[in-house]
């Protein structure tokens, strides 16, 4: 059966438009695909061919290839079109051959991918080498038995039947390849007499003239007894190059120093000497004990260099005044050792490094490890480099100068913006009262406007505006004193028939105040406000400016919303109130519906400017439904929330908390009339709309009286309830988590206030905690709001207190039971489950640990341990071809993210997945940076387990170690 519409369209509309010239091909590739053209597209030039590439990923495991996927091979199959398309179709397809499966269908996947291979003429040893190289396994330098897998067992099989003949090819392809583990683990296997051939090869084919360190290293370590001889074999014979002979003596050094390293000092010299003579185009690495703490890798120089040092410093130093006058690459490493080594001695080296231009980044940090005096004047001169890279980084350096300001003086008077802003740089680093009144005089008098927003943005949060009538009055008289009010930002822009801006006292603002606004904002690189723009911003009156709002939305829409002009429309989000924030919603639809996606991603920007809270709760509702779909979207509208965060001074929490949507009510209630009579929807407890007549008795049902308007809208309101809680839920749960504060009136306002968030005061136990941070109490708000303890007595909540969801880990189990026979005696179900929590507690022997071995034993088919895990809130990450690695778990509050590590294990019934090691990582030191635990960086991120708090710890731990259970809302 053809493909449907609906599966091959958006590939069908990638090609369109990225073959405009191909049009034709493109609809026949179509009508192929979707079985109304019986003839396969002719396809033979390389933009034709590239477009059957482009099918690939419809292609599904070759067991379950059906008319579907021959079409795509009828496409494939042609010659040129296959040359063009085989590495794709093989990175595509052979990591796939892992897949879970049965007996049956894994013979079935390896006969059917095999049988294609063959029919395009490739034999069995073409078939091996491309499905060792594509299957990813071989980049490393694992030389441990091969643990079993589909692939792993088709391989094994295949080079096992191979004789002495047969498996030359193999040979004569491989040593021309770089070092594959795999394919050496399956040879000395099934061919142990061929290992030492293949290694000492492929020992000398990395750089030529110089020894494979890394391998050789490996080697070593692995088997010390069996390989030492090879090493030795490498170097007997016609003399090797130096730098071979250097590499095994290094290697065999690390292991058996007292044999070998005696032999270095001689092959140190013979090396530089050759190095100085004739520089190689490309020199190799080997692995060597430099410094104190772990061995590491360093070009071949920098270690000869480095023991010569050790020897003789006066020896190696003439070597690096050489190397430094004739500019040779050296790398960090190479600096570190002779800062290290020279101490004081090396500052003069340093510096005519800086002269010759070596990288200013790696050598500032050495020299600042010494006395000031050594270097600060050799280095003013660097205020004059060209590149903007090297001003910046000197200048924080010289503000330690004593006369560092009456310098950064005489530099803000050059004619060049470029000095000026690093004089701004060192002022600002100084910062005292002369230096600030200099960066104000500074930024005030630039004409050059690159310069100013440089300058600002250098000088970040040390320039800050209170938002006053004078500090308006003066920026603007600044502003025109450069003149940049003169005229209209555009010269299509008329402003003078822009309606008029007005403040909050009702004074309407003059042209030039309005023409400074635009004129600033046209400034921001980013959808927010100008940091001059911020103290007129907030001095405006949102809700008497929609006209000015709107004047500037329509002129960003008759432009067609060209990129230049996104300040248009982030300016008209910041001073509109309702009909603006109505003219965004109702257009961002229209904009993603007629693909006009950066449109769509200014005004979701704009919209997030606003930050009325319909306006938020739609940039959230696109954050939230565009994940796996129109991802940069979604992106989008989650940095628009980001941005709108930082501009109100707000956490994400924070502005979380802001979105809640407050049903239309007024405050608890919505009051509506009925025969004269005032009554009031309310949300009970079961998030349920009820209804509160004029005696406060609770009813079910709206009066029968009651107009159709008011019915509907308790009705449209009692159908969104339950997703609504549900998702509220789902944040309290993880604050419970994180154990997020709120101070008391923050508190007061969402919980008591918001007819959503009251439910959840009832529903959910709450603890108060001092300034100290010390646990003081815990409570629960009743329906008529008062706060009580857990024996019904009221409770007033301190106004210095802060509020966190109480955790069963702070309490002991008297009180635990306590407080469950108060929610059973008035009959109130949990928001979520919260004292019938597990908990876990770290015991005195794990306190310094930072690893926890308990789940190396569970195994669990892998769809049920993705969706058990996604469902506490664990989030999958994958390798490059698509493998579990681990499950990662992010306390953002704390900053600590937990990762519990993922391998797959090959059983009868298929591939499962089996845990393994559980620890935790300090996100303020690893930020984005992804590792694993057995990298050498690992270490300095990984927290002691005493150091994880609390309650993350436990949470993360009883998640794996139980499961969960669910407490229906509604």
Sequence with gaps: MPYTEEATQPIIERLKQRYLHAHETVVSIHLFLTGRQPEVPVLTTPDEAAMAGALIPLLSLPDQWNDNDRLVLQLLSEPQ???????????????????????????QRFSAFTNFLQDRGFAPEKIGSMMILYSREGNNMDLMPL??????????????????????PYLHRWEHLSWNSLFFRLLAKSHPELEMTYLEKQLLAQVPGYLHSELANALLQHNYSKYEPLMLQVIQGPPPPVAVQLGVQLALTNYQP???????????????????????????????????????????????????????????????????????????????????????AAVPLLLEALHQDYDIRMLLPLLEQ??????????WPYTMHKLKSVRMAVAPILAKDADAVSKAAGLLQYKKAEQRLTASLILCTINTAEARTLIQEALHNEINDDARDLMLETLGNTIQYTAEPATVDYLVASAKRRNKLSRPMEKWLDDQALPPLYMHDGTVLPLEVSRFLIYRMSRIKEMGSDVEAKPLLELLDRTRNDDFAMALFHIYEAHQGDTQLKYILATAALTGGEQLGNALRESIGSWINNRRPRQAEHGLAALALHAEKKSLQVVEKYARKYITRRVALGNAARQALSRSAAELGLTMHELGDR?????????????????????????DLDFRIGYLNKRNRRMKTPPGQTTAVVKRFFKTTQKNLPELAKMQASRLEQFLITQRNWTATQWNALFLHNPIMFVFANRLI???????????????????????????????????????????????????????QHFATHHIIPGFAQLERPVSELNIQQRQQTMIYDFEDIIMEQEALNNLMEEKGWKLRTSEDNKPQSFHKTDDINQVEAVIELSGIYLESGIQCKLGILYFIDLQKAGDE?????????????????????????????????????IELV
């Design 766 to 820: 709450w603890a108060c905690y001092d300034e100290a941070g010390q646990f003081t109490a815990a409570f629960r708000c009743t329906e008529n709001s008062t706060l009580i303890d857990v024996r019904g007595n009221a409770y007033e909540l301190p106004d210095t207190a802060t509020v966190r969801l109480l955790h069963p880990l702070q309490i002991d189990a008297t009180c635990r039971e306590q407080w469950q």
């Design 930 to 966: 992804e590792f694993h635990r057995t990298d050498k960086n690992a270490g300095a991120y990984m927290l002691p387990l005493h150091r994880v708090p609390a309650v993350f710890y436990s949470e993360a731990v009883t998640d794996i170690s139980r499961p969960g259970s669910t």
């Design 147 to 168: 643990k079993f897998s589909p692939v792993r067992k088709f391989l094994q099989d295949l080079l096992k039947s191979t004789d002495s003949s047969s498996i030359q």
């Design 258 to 344: 007292d044999t070998y390293q005696a032999g270095l000092l001689p092959l140190f010299r013979q090396y530089l000497h050759d190095y100085t003579q004739q520089p190689p185009a490309e020199e190799a690495y080997a692995s060597t004990l430099l410094h104190a703490d772990a061995v590491a890798s360093y070009p071949l120089s920098v270690i000869a260099l480095h023991g010569i040092l050790q020897h003789n410093a006066s020896e190696g130093i003439a070597y690096l005044q050489q190397f430094i006058a004739e500019k040779r690459f050296l790398p960090q490493d190479c600096f570190d050792i002779l800062t290290r080594q020279l101490q004081v």
């Design 659 to 683: 979105i809640v949507p407050d049903l239309e009510f007024q405050g608890l209630v919505k009051p509506f009339i009925n025969k004269d009579e005032t009554w009031k929807g309310m949300v």
């Design 81 to 107: 079109v296959w040359d063009q398309n085989e590495a794709a179709f093989l990175s595509h397809i052979v990591p796939m051959l892992d897949m879970p499966g049965s007996s049956n269908s894994i013979v």
């Design 370 to 379: 010494f006395d000031p005096s050594l270097y600060l004047e050799a280095l």
